[in-house]
């Protein structure tokens, strides 16, 4: 009986262990905006923060940024708190393509549903992002609404 206990508590620190490592955070280090067919460098500010969640649909991403998030929707949304635009979550995303280049990097493009809410404010817009990964490392992001504002912007992840 013993033995049954032990084991019964090594299952239950494995498993809230696993439990615990399905979210990644990932911050952007640079960022850019493409307007015109010309990328320029996009200043912001704060952290530009991407989250990961192992348990939702792969493409997902919370992101969150008051800058990013209301410069991508030029405003459009008419919250009654400003504060909405902090942060939004991709859901529903339905892969695209998948390429991978020369140097082994993986470039998976998702269109989605970029949902804000808060309270009684709400949101939601058409959006394609395209996540770069290697080695199962996220190396980068871009990011553009699929109609209206023709803005694309670009993202390198730090390394944490």
Partial sequence: ?????????LLLCVSVNYAQQTTQTLVVDKSWVNESEEWSDF???????????????EGSLRIGNYDFLYDLCDGKAKFANKATYSAA?????????????????MN?????????QSDKDYYSVIALVTILEKNGNTLGLKMRLKEGNKKEY??????S
Avoid at 1 to 9: E, T
Avoid at 89 to 103: A, E, G, H, I, L
Avoid at 154 to 159: D, G, P, R, S, V
């Fill in 1 to 9: 009986m013993k033995n049954y206990y032990a084991l019964f508590l």
């Fill in 43 to 57: 200043q912001h500010a704060g952290q530009i923060v991407f989250s990961t969640n192992a348990n939702e649909a």
């Fill in 89 to 105: 979550q991709f859901t529903n995303p339905r892969k695209v393509s998948v390429t991978t280049d020369k140097q082994g990097v």
């Fill in 108 to 116: 998976s493009t998702y269109e989605g549903t970029l949902i804000f």
């Fill in 154 to 159: 670009a993202f390198t992840i730090k390394n």
